[in-house]
């Protein structure tokens, strides 16, 4: 079975930072495609930041360009998020979402975790 | 970035009816498209992918239909457990997500 497990959020103050860390297993991670993807309280999901299999290609929302950093350690089955720099406006709900289709970049999301919740406000 | 627009923002439905969701994109993205529902505290589940094929475990009262800019989901026969939001979302380029629709009692 596949699980995704996120982990890290929390409350931090404008300007801060944070790390999400997300777990995987149940499927070879070193194939997949992974995301980040928000949900800011009564909106609907909004994709943050992409990585390819082997972190060799990655991409942001242009709002997160220059603040959050996404990674992966294949050997440790792991993606994680860095986030600088945080904003009112990024107070949401951050999940690791799958991309469904091994291999081919941005497609949609067949697995998602549980989600973190990362609230910035002084 | 592409814009979808998903219609109605809500709606009221029984048990047992037929319900159908429509999205709109702000330009063509051919196939590129996936429907997702979502309970409250929970995370979204993919449900249709590639505009019309169903994820493997989703019952098969759920079906998409659609390509170009219209796109379509529907729910055949509503059962208790359909009462959700449900978004859509593209694939054709960075991804976006619709505003969602809220199908209650």
């Known amino acids: 079975e596949v699980q995704l497990v996120e982990s890290g959020g929390g409350l931090v103050q404008p300007g801060g930072s944070l790390r999400l860390s997300c777990a995987a297993s149940?499927?070879?991670?070193?194939?997949?495609?992974m995301n980040w993807v928000r949900q800011a309280p009564g909106k609907g999901p909004e994709w943050v930041s992409y990585?390819?299999?082997?972190?060799?290609?990655?991409y942001y929302l242009d709002s997160v360009k220059g603040r959050f950093t996404i990674s992966r350690d294949n050997a440790k089955n792991s993606l994680y998020l860095q986030m600088n720099s945080l904003r009112a406006e990024d107070t949401a709900v951050y999940y690791c979402?799958?991309?469904?289709?091994?291999?081919?970049?941005?497609?949609?999301?067949?697995?998602w975790g549980q989600g973190t919740l990362v609230t910035v406000s002084s | 970035a592409i814009q979808l627009t998903q219609s109605p923002s809500s709606l009221s439905a029984s048990v047992g009816d037929r319900v159908t969701i429509t999205c709109r994109a702000s330009?063509?993205?051919?196939?590129?498209l996936a429907w997702y529902q979502q309970k409250p505290g929970k995370a979204p589940k993919l449900l249709i992918y590639?505009?019309?094929s169903l994820e493997s475990g989703v019952p098969s009262r759920f079906s998409g239909s659609g390509s170009g800019t219209d796109f379509t989901l529907t729910i055949s026969s509503l059962q208790p457990e359909d009462f959700a939001t449900y978004y859509c979302?593209?694939?054709?380029?960075?991804?976006?997500f619709g505003g969602g629709t809220k199908v209650q009692i």
């Open positions: 979402a799958r991309d469904g289709t091994p291999g081919q970049a941005g497609t949609y999301f067949d697995s």
């Open positions: 149940g499927f070879t991670f070193r194939s997949y495609e």
């Open positions: 990585i390819s299999s082997s972190g060799s290609a990655i």
């Open positions: 330009q063509g993205i051919s196939s590129a």
């Open positions: 590639d505009a019309s």
């Open positions: 979302q593209q694939f054709n380029s960075y991804p976006t």
